[in-house]
């Protein structure tokens, strides 16, 4: 085997796109050691207004296990609380502690500033930045789709 000439043919633009955000994610996790990818993404959604772990799960697109893990780990640190619904006994709402709310904005401060220092290593910065908004709504019509069983 060797290094050099088994080099294996240029990847798509999709491709590199992919390689490109799983380095992102990396940067943007390793920004703060206070709180996992995994529970940021679900103190985000909390903070979003996705006070049912079943919305953050399907918005998400993760289990429910995976959710309920995270929010008790969330709970326990003091970060979200949990109350119950008043026309569902099996349904809890969440919500952010001031603690959870500081924490959140610190994290997102940081994971910002390494986003920034990132996008402004690029061609077109703003541009960038740009792009990565958008993808939200497209995320969004996904799970949308996923939920009415009429995937694309």
Known sequence: MACSSDREPRADRATE???????????????SPELSLAHYRVLSAVASGDERATRIASRLAL???????????????????R???ADDQRATCLGLTD????LLAEVEAAMSARLRAVAERTASPVA?????????PALDSIV????AGTRR
């Open 17 to 31: 796109a992919v390689r490109a955000l799983s380095r992102l994610s990396r940067v943007l996790e390793t920004a």
């Open 63 to 81: 289990g429910k296990p995976s959710v309920s893990s995270a929010v008790e780990a969330l709970a326990a640190r003091g970060l979200i609380v």
């Open 83 to 85: 109350s119950e619904v």
């Open 99 to 102: 603690d959870g709310r500081t």
């Open 128 to 136: 960038l930045l740009d792009a990565l908004v958008a993808i939200q």
């Open 144 to 147: 949308a789709e996923r939920k």
